[in-house]
């Protein structure tokens, strides 16, 4: 599968996908292709799937969200307009004004073309790793040929994305990708019922009772 080359050859570039594509070409792939066993409407409907998902890649690397001033959980995700802001799906709450907003997505630039591009790129790499969708539109390919395709595919994808995502960082947090919300970690959380911490000098304080208590060593 290609889930399981994909992790270790090409890294952290499959941050470039939404999980969700992903995901619906794996679970779709052997299904639709018939495990490789392709007839000519299987061959359509798996040819559908990868353009769907690849479709779907592209268009998802020009997603955003922004998070509301006063509400942390309030998040709205979208499109980036081409002149900055989301523009939400019908149905959806529309984001407030800017000044009510935390982050404002910025404008579309050349960067987000050029991670649309990758994003692409690396699906295509997920679809050649893919035995079912292989099988289906070419002939059976020698063991030889297969281990070829799963030692210098990943390796060229993922060095061209190493050389272009450093001159081109993303900036968005769009549909489908992995948050980047740092969490509290356990040392951060205090436990139920545990006093909180204050500055200056511990101080312990001392019942009453025991104050006018004389201890006498014998």
Known sequence: MAAAALPAALGDV?????????????????????????????????AFLVGCCGLSCFFSTFTDSCVDVHDENKIYYGFVKPKGGLWTLPGTERPPAPEQLKRV???????DFV??????????????????????????????????????????VGAVCSMLIPLYPGKRRGIGYRSTK????????????????????????VPESWKHTNIRND
């Not at 941050?15 to 299987?42: D, E, M």
């Not at 990758?118 to 050649?128: D, T």
């Not at 509290?184 to 019922?193: A, D, F, Q, V, Y």
Request: proline share 8%; glycine share 6%.
């Open 105 to 111: 997505p910025e404008k579309i630039g050349f960067a």
């Open 14 to 46: 499959i941050k470039l996908l939404p999980t969700g594509s992903v995901f619906l070409f794996q679970f779709f792939s052997p299904i639709l292709s018939n495990h490789g066993q392709c007839h000519s409407y299987n061959k359509y409907l798996t």
């Open 115 to 156: 991670h649309a591009i990758l994003a692409v790129i690396v699906f295509g790499a997920v679809v050649l790793l893919d035995t079912n969708t292989v099988k289906c539109f070419y002939p059976p390919a020698t063991e030889s040929t297969q281990k070829t395709m799963l030692s210098v595919v990943p390796a060229v």
């Open 182 to 205: 740092k969490s509290k970690s356990n040392s951060e959380i205090p436990l139920t019922g545990e006093p909180k911490h204050r500055k200056g000098k511990a101080h312990t304080k």
